[in-house]
């Protein structure tokens, strides 16, 4: 078996703000296929990155000039432009909540490979509070509306503005709905797996409304020099997005646990390798006195 770095976009907000990552992917040796690499937001414009896992190659390959077309609804749209570095976007065509899309993407030197995402729905944050614990801990606490009739799939991030940039904040949390993942002090087998995780499903909750504390700790550091304003952004994700965040964050983590090396990156692409999903978000300010 041999490893490729696959790059994923991490999240793509209307706003255009991104990350990236570099990860490896067990794919087996006699095998070259497609990479694609997608995590849309509602109302976001239409864009894929496209790979190559060549097993002549430690590094994947941009693959361009392929023909990459895209339904909505199982109505087809136009095909997406090549760009370059393996990139490929359909202008002036943005993602629709409650929308199903499917791509097939076909390469004369690669089998076609296809993938499918219903965009979700935007779900509001009702209220978003703070209290001061102490000089080195700050406590949020944010309430949504869920739709208890269907499961469901969140993420919260938290970020802090400095000189006009906003800067990622890891955060923890005791809350039930975390599973442990971010306790400050999580323990077993499974916590330490997917320690980190900021997803989550509504599947341990009852009700319409949800409610989850989280803060932020720095024993080194009063609390109050670091930010004066957070904004917290609430993603509902797919299942796929979910399993996928929860895969990445396994493998990162991999090798703090013993006997549990082997791990498997998450794919919904048929014939092809990689991720095409979708996730709408919904972010709010605090100002902090």
């Known amino acids: 078996m041999k490893y490729i770095l696959l790059i994923l976009t991490c999240i793509v907000l209307s706003t255009q703000i991104s990350c990236e990552s570099d990860l490896s992917l067990d794919i087996p040796d006699e095998e070259s296929k497609v990479v ?22 430690t ?36 993602l629709k909540s409650n929308n199903t899309y499917q791509i097939e993407i076909s390469h004369p030197n690669f089998e076609t490979c296809t993938a499918e995402t219903e965009v979700p729905e935007k ?10 614990k102490n000089a080195n801990q700050l406590d949020f606490t944010i309430v949504f509306q869920d739709d208890p009739s269907q499961e469901n799939y969140y993420m919260i991030l938290l970020k802090g503005k400095q000189d006009n940039k906003l800067n990622d904040i890891e955060y923890n949390s005791d809350d039930i709905i975390f599973n442990g993942n971010l306790s400050i002090n999580s323990i ?20 319409n409304e949800i409610s989850i504390s989280f ?20 993603y509902h994700i797919t299942q796929d997005y979910y399993k996928y ?22 794919s919904n692409v048929t014939n092809g390798y990689g991720i095409f999903t979708s996730y709408a978000a919904d972010s709010k300010s605090i100002n902090i006195e």
């Open 188 to 207: 077993g087998l499974q916590q330490n797996i997917l320690r980190g995780s900021r997803s989550f499903s509504d599947e341990n909750r009852n009700g």
């Open 36 to 57: 694609i690499n997608s995590l849309l937001g509602s109302d976001s414009l239409l864009r894929v990155h496209i790979t190559n896992s060549s097993i002549l190659n």
């Open 245 to 266: 965040e929860r895969s990445l964050i396994t493998f990162n983590n991999r090798e703090d646990v013993p006997f549990y090396n082997k791990v498997n990156l998450h």
């Open 59 to 94: 590094n994947n390959i941009n693959v361009e000039n392929a023909k990459v077309q895209i339904k909505e609804n199982n109505t087809a749209l136009k095909q997406l432009i090549n760009n370059e570095n393996g990139w490929y976007t359909l202008e002036n065509t943005y």
């Open 215 to 234: 803060y932020v700790y720095n024993e080194l550091i009063d609390i109050n020099q670091l930010f004066s304003e957070y904004h917290v952004t609430l």
């Open 123 to 132: 779900v509001l944050i009702k209220q978003i509070n703070y209290q001061k």
